[in-house]
Protein backbone atom coordinates (compact mmCIF):
# COMPACT_ATOMS: atom_id res chain seq x y z
CA UNK A 1 0.00 0.00 0.00
CA UNK A 2 1.16 3.36 -0.72
CA UNK A 3 -0.01 6.54 0.34
CA UNK A 4 0.26 9.50 -1.84
CA UNK A 5 -1.16 13.14 -1.14
CA UNK A 6 -2.78 14.81 -4.09
CA UNK A 7 -2.23 18.75 -3.43
CA UNK A 8 -2.27 21.83 -5.40
CA UNK A 9 -3.78 25.56 -5.63
CA UNK A 10 -2.37 27.05 -2.72
CA UNK A 11 -1.48 30.62 -3.36
CA UNK A 12 0.46 31.33 -0.29
CA UNK A 13 0.72 33.53 0.75
CA UNK A 14 -0.22 35.92 -2.21
CA UNK A 15 -4.17 34.88 -2.04
CA UNK A 16 -4.57 33.15 1.21
CA UNK A 17 -2.24 33.35 4.58
CA UNK A 18 -1.52 29.47 5.13
CA UNK A 19 -3.61 25.72 5.40
CA UNK A 20 -6.25 25.74 7.43
CA UNK A 21 -5.16 23.97 10.85
CA UNK A 22 -7.63 21.26 10.40
CA UNK A 23 -5.87 20.30 7.30
CA UNK A 24 -2.26 20.83 8.85
CA UNK A 25 -3.41 18.65 11.80
CA UNK A 26 -4.24 15.64 9.44
CA UNK A 27 -1.13 16.22 7.48
CA UNK A 28 1.30 14.81 10.07
CA UNK A 29 4.50 13.31 8.72
CA UNK A 30 5.81 9.34 8.80
CA UNK A 31 2.14 8.57 7.32
CA UNK A 32 2.26 9.62 3.47
CA UNK A 33 4.86 8.51 1.31
CA UNK A 34 4.42 10.93 -1.34
CA UNK A 35 3.59 14.64 -2.92
CA UNK A 36 2.11 15.06 -6.23
CA UNK A 37 0.98 18.86 -6.26
CA UNK A 38 -0.69 20.77 -9.16
CA UNK A 39 1.19 23.73 -8.40
CA UNK A 40 0.95 27.07 -7.35
CA UNK A 41 2.16 26.39 -4.35
CA UNK A 42 3.61 30.06 -4.97
CA UNK A 43 6.65 30.37 -1.51
CA UNK A 44 9.51 28.48 -0.82
CA UNK A 45 8.41 28.40 2.78
CA UNK A 46 5.17 26.46 2.17
CA UNK A 47 7.28 23.63 -0.30
CA UNK A 48 9.54 22.75 2.89
CA UNK A 49 6.45 22.88 4.56
CA UNK A 50 5.25 20.07 2.32
CA UNK A 51 8.57 18.53 2.83
CA UNK A 52 8.19 17.82 6.46
CA UNK A 53 4.44 15.64 5.63
CA UNK A 54 6.69 13.57 3.42
CA UNK A 55 10.09 12.46 1.85
CA UNK A 56 9.52 13.12 -1.88
CA UNK A 57 7.55 16.11 -3.38
CA UNK A 58 6.97 16.21 -6.80
CA UNK A 59 5.70 19.61 -8.41
CA UNK A 60 4.69 21.00 -11.89
CA UNK A 61 4.58 24.51 -12.65
CA UNK A 62 1.67 26.83 -12.34
CA UNK A 63 1.37 29.91 -13.31
CA UNK A 64 2.15 31.97 -10.04
CA UNK A 65 5.33 29.57 -9.38
CA UNK A 66 8.22 32.10 -9.64
CA UNK A 67 10.36 28.98 -9.09
CA UNK A 68 11.91 27.73 -12.30
CA UNK A 69 12.83 24.32 -11.20
CA UNK A 70 9.20 22.71 -11.50
CA UNK A 71 8.77 20.91 -14.67
CA UNK A 72 5.24 21.66 -16.89
CA UNK A 73 4.25 17.85 -16.36
CA UNK A 74 5.63 15.09 -14.02
CA UNK A 75 5.20 10.76 -15.39
CA UNK A 76 5.62 8.16 -12.26
CA UNK A 77 4.79 5.04 -11.81
CA UNK A 78 3.60 3.38 -8.77
CA UNK A 79 3.39 -0.53 -9.83
CA UNK A 80 1.05 -1.28 -12.90
CA UNK A 81 -0.51 2.39 -12.79
CA UNK A 82 0.91 5.32 -14.83
CA UNK A 83 0.36 8.79 -13.26
CA UNK A 84 0.95 12.07 -15.07
CA UNK A 85 0.34 15.51 -13.08
CA UNK A 86 -0.03 19.00 -14.89
CA UNK A 87 -1.48 22.38 -13.36
CA UNK A 88 -4.42 21.71 -15.94
CA UNK A 89 -4.14 25.61 -17.48
CA UNK A 90 -2.91 24.19 -20.62
CA UNK A 91 -5.91 22.60 -21.14
CA UNK A 92 -8.43 24.87 -22.56
CA UNK A 93 -10.72 25.46 -21.56
CA UNK A 94 -9.76 24.57 -18.27
CA UNK A 95 -11.40 21.12 -16.93
CA UNK A 96 -13.11 20.56 -19.94
CA UNK A 97 -13.51 16.65 -20.09
CA UNK A 98 -12.54 15.99 -23.54
CA UNK A 99 -9.48 17.67 -23.40
CA UNK A 100 -8.24 15.84 -20.18
CA UNK A 101 -8.76 12.52 -21.79
CA UNK A 102 -6.86 13.75 -24.55
CA UNK A 103 -3.46 15.00 -22.20
CA UNK A 104 -4.31 11.23 -21.10
CA UNK A 105 -3.95 9.36 -23.94
CA UNK A 106 -0.97 11.79 -25.53
CA UNK A 107 0.74 11.45 -22.04
CA UNK A 108 -0.16 7.66 -22.19
CA UNK A 109 -1.10 7.54 -18.71
CA UNK A 110 -3.82 5.59 -16.52
CA UNK A 111 -4.42 8.49 -13.76
CA UNK A 112 -4.63 12.42 -14.59
CA UNK A 113 -4.34 14.91 -11.99
CA UNK A 114 -4.67 18.43 -13.18
CA UNK A 115 -5.48 21.35 -11.23
CA UNK A 116 -6.33 25.04 -12.02
CA UNK A 117 -10.24 25.11 -11.42
CA UNK A 118 -9.94 25.24 -7.79
CA UNK A 119 -12.51 22.66 -7.61
CA UNK A 120 -12.53 19.03 -6.27
CA UNK A 121 -13.69 16.38 -9.32
CA UNK A 122 -12.48 12.49 -9.07
CA UNK A 123 -13.67 10.64 -11.92
CA UNK A 124 -13.48 7.71 -14.64
CA UNK A 125 -13.44 8.41 -18.15
CA UNK A 126 -13.13 6.34 -21.29
CA UNK A 127 -11.23 3.79 -18.61
CA UNK A 128 -9.09 6.50 -17.18
CA UNK A 129 -8.97 8.60 -13.91
CA UNK A 130 -8.82 11.94 -13.70
CA UNK A 131 -8.10 13.55 -10.17
CA UNK A 132 -8.73 17.48 -9.72
CA UNK A 133 -7.28 18.51 -5.76
CA UNK A 134 -8.95 21.57 -5.87
CA UNK A 135 -7.52 24.56 -4.03
CA UNK A 136 -5.74 23.21 -0.59
CA UNK A 137 -6.26 26.85 0.93
CA UNK A 138 -9.58 27.41 -0.60
CA UNK A 139 -7.68 30.49 -2.56
CA UNK A 140 -10.06 32.79 -4.64
CA UNK A 141 -10.14 32.00 -8.17
CA UNK A 142 -11.20 34.44 -11.38
CA UNK A 143 -12.81 31.33 -12.58
CA UNK A 144 -15.86 31.39 -10.71
CA UNK A 145 -17.94 33.75 -7.97
CA UNK A 146 -17.38 33.33 -4.26
CA UNK A 147 -14.75 31.19 -2.44
CA UNK A 148 -13.97 27.67 -3.18
CA UNK A 149 -14.32 25.03 -0.57
CA UNK A 150 -10.96 23.96 0.70
CA UNK A 151 -9.97 20.84 -0.38
CA UNK A 152 -6.84 18.22 -0.89
CA UNK A 153 -6.96 14.37 -2.16
CA UNK A 154 -5.42 11.27 -0.76
CA UNK A 155 -4.84 8.84 -2.49
CA UNK A 156 -4.60 4.85 -1.24
CA UNK A 157 -2.82 2.83 -3.61
CA UNK A 158 -2.93 -0.60 -3.60
CA UNK A 159 -1.87 -2.33 -7.20
CA UNK A 160 -4.55 -1.69 -10.22
CA UNK A 161 -6.93 -0.25 -7.62
CA UNK A 162 -6.70 3.18 -6.34
CA UNK A 163 -9.02 4.83 -3.65
CA UNK A 164 -9.81 8.22 -3.52
CA UNK A 165 -9.89 9.73 0.08
CA UNK A 166 -11.18 13.60 -0.48
CA UNK A 167 -11.34 15.92 2.26
CA UNK A 168 -12.85 18.96 1.69
CA UNK A 169 -13.79 21.83 4.79
CA UNK A 170 -17.14 22.56 5.18
CA UNK A 171 -18.72 24.63 7.55
CA UNK A 172 -15.27 24.69 9.39
CA UNK A 173 -15.63 20.74 9.54
CA UNK A 174 -13.48 18.16 7.73
CA UNK A 175 -16.09 16.28 5.47
CA UNK A 176 -14.21 12.82 3.60
CA UNK A 177 -15.12 10.99 0.40
CA UNK A 178 -14.48 8.49 -1.69
CA UNK A 179 -13.81 7.53 -5.10
CA UNK A 180 -12.64 3.87 -6.23
CA UNK A 181 -10.86 3.34 -9.74
CA UNK A 182 -9.51 0.09 -11.09
CA UNK A 183 -7.40 -0.25 -14.24
CA UNK A 184 -9.15 -1.93 -16.77
CA UNK A 185 -7.83 -4.64 -19.30
CA UNK A 186 -6.82 -3.18 -22.07
CA UNK A 187 -9.48 -5.19 -24.11
CA UNK A 188 -12.32 -3.25 -21.63
CA UNK A 189 -10.57 -0.01 -22.49
CA UNK A 190 -11.11 -0.34 -26.08
CA UNK A 191 -15.12 -1.08 -25.64
CA UNK A 192 -15.44 2.19 -23.91
CA UNK A 193 -13.19 4.48 -25.87
CA UNK A 194 -14.97 4.09 -29.45
CA UNK A 195 -14.86 6.58 -31.66
CA UNK A 196 -12.76 9.58 -30.79
CA UNK A 197 -14.38 12.91 -30.84
CA UNK A 198 -11.63 14.75 -29.96
CA UNK A 199 -7.76 15.70 -31.74
CA UNK A 200 -5.27 14.70 -29.03
CA UNK A 201 -3.17 17.84 -30.85
CA UNK A 202 -5.40 20.47 -29.12
CA UNK A 203 -4.27 19.61 -25.99
CA UNK A 204 -1.63 22.39 -25.53
CA UNK A 205 0.85 20.07 -24.31
CA UNK A 206 3.76 20.83 -26.77
CA UNK A 207 6.39 18.51 -24.56
CA UNK A 208 5.80 15.90 -21.91
CA UNK A 209 8.99 15.91 -18.86
CA UNK A 210 9.46 13.48 -16.24
CA UNK A 211 11.11 14.96 -13.71
CA UNK A 212 11.51 15.84 -9.69
CA UNK A 213 10.19 19.01 -9.04
CA UNK A 214 12.66 20.81 -6.43
CA UNK A 215 12.59 24.90 -5.48
Request: net charge negative; glycine share 10%; hydrophobic share 40%.
Amino acid sequence: MVLVLIIGDLHIPTRIHDLPAKFKKLLVPGKIGQILCTGNICDKETYDYLRTVAPEVLSVKGDFDSTGHFPQSVIINHGPLKFGVISGTQCIPIGDVDILAATSRQMDVDILISGGTHRFEAFEYEGRFYVNPGSATGAWSGLWPGEATPSFALLDIQGPVVVTYVYQLVDGEVKVDKVEYRKPDPSEIANKVGNDPVNSSNTGLEGVETAEGAW
